[in-house]
């Protein structure tokens, strides 16, 4: 199929883009390079810069391209940043995915997979969650993730919309041959600021909170690599054949992983150590969140090919080695 990736150019789109070719599809990048970078997306890809909110762009891409099926990695995704900043979140991800969407059936293009979060779940009630557990988000980013996810189900049952939306946990790692990776700004996520301080490019690794009532007292997470994440995306495309089609999936190892936990596989793997500084708790953060994917592994097919924490650490160790200064260099 000839697939439009919004958000191909940042960090789990570019690695969609690739997965996206190996399976024998076409794709074709849409980035406003707010966050993406050009040096993520293959030579020979099309790349068309636009905005999502942007109806008269869209109009003329769906008219020159014959679009298949719409992948939405092109949200904006820091969670503080949409508690301090609302409406700059309620714009790009709620408001620019309901005009995509528009472009999209004013085309008669029917078929959309959509990168969601956990975070629709809020504080969850058990764990591992499944996708049946009550959704409240407890930030505007989830929220607004929640609002699209609402809208695809309106959308599916008054236009026959076809999607696939998945609720995923923490994307980590990198491409396994190194030509792409993780590169934010700014950076939170725990394992490149843990190979960072490894490196001696920060002072030291913040970790917050050391009393929850876990293990070894930090934070559990489920860390599933990035290419694991976008196969899963490329399983959903034969299921969305019939019109109307509504599928819901969490996204994850299901094997959970503790803050400290991840230290040490980046000290085992790097062979550095990794300076730390312990400090309070951070607000709103739970003290586990890890995925029943189990829906997703029987209905698609899908089986994570990296399932500890190690060998996610090395794909990541990898690409920081191979391109210290990101794409810039």
Not at 153 to 159: H, I, N, S, T, V
Request: proline residues 6%; aromatic residues 10%; negative net charge.
């Amino acid at each position: 199929m000839k697939v439009l990736v919004a958000g191909g150019a940042g960090y789990i789109g570019s690695h969609c883009v690739r997965q996206l070719i190996a399976a024998g599809h076409e794709p074709v990048v849409l980035d406003n390079f707010a966050y993406g970078h050009r040096g993520a997306v293959p030579a020979g890809v099309k790349l068309l810069e636009a905005s999502l909110g942007d109806a008269a762009a869209l109009d003329r891409i769906f008219a020159a391209e014959r679009i298949d099926l719409v992948m939405h990695f092109a949200a904006f995704c820091y969670v503080g940043e949409s508690v301090t900043d609302p409406l700059k979140y309620y714009q790009n991800n709620v408001a620019a995915t309901l005009t995509l969407l528009e472009a999209m059936l004013k085309h008669g293009v029917k078929k959309f997979v959509f990168s969601s979060t956990c975070a629709t779940y809020g504080v969850p009630e058990k764990m591992p969650m499944t996708e049946d557990l009550p959704q409240a988000p407890i930030n505007p980013y989830g929220q607004t993730k929640l609002d699209v996810e609402n809208m695809l189900k309106a959308f599916a049952r008054a236009y026959g919309l076809s999607f696939a939306a998945f609720r995923y946990f923490n994307a980590a790692g990198a491409a396994e041959d190194a030509t792409i990776g993780e590169a934010h700004d700014p950076e939170t996520h725990l394992i490149p600021l843990a190979i960072w301080a490894a490196q001696g490019k920060r002072a030291a690794l913040e970790v917050f909170g050391t009393d929850y009532p876990t293990p070894d007292g930090t934070c559990l997470r489920d860390y599933v690599h990035v290419d694991d994440l976008s196969r899963a995306h490329i399983a959903a495309f034969d299921h969305l054949a019939q019109p109307g089609t509504a599928l819901f999936y969490n996204l994850g190892t299901g094997m959970p992983t503790s803050v400290l936990e991840v230290i040490k596989a980046v000290e085992k793997v790097t062979g550095l150590k990794v300076p730390v500084k312990y400090s309070p708790r951070r607000e709103g953060d739970p003290p586990a969140l890890y995925a029943n994917s189990q829906k997703a592994q029987r209905e698609l097919g899908w089986q994570p090919k990296f399932r500890s924490i190690e060998p996610i650490v090395e794909t990541a160790w990898r690409w920081h080695q191979q391109r210290p200064d990101g794409y810039a260099d």
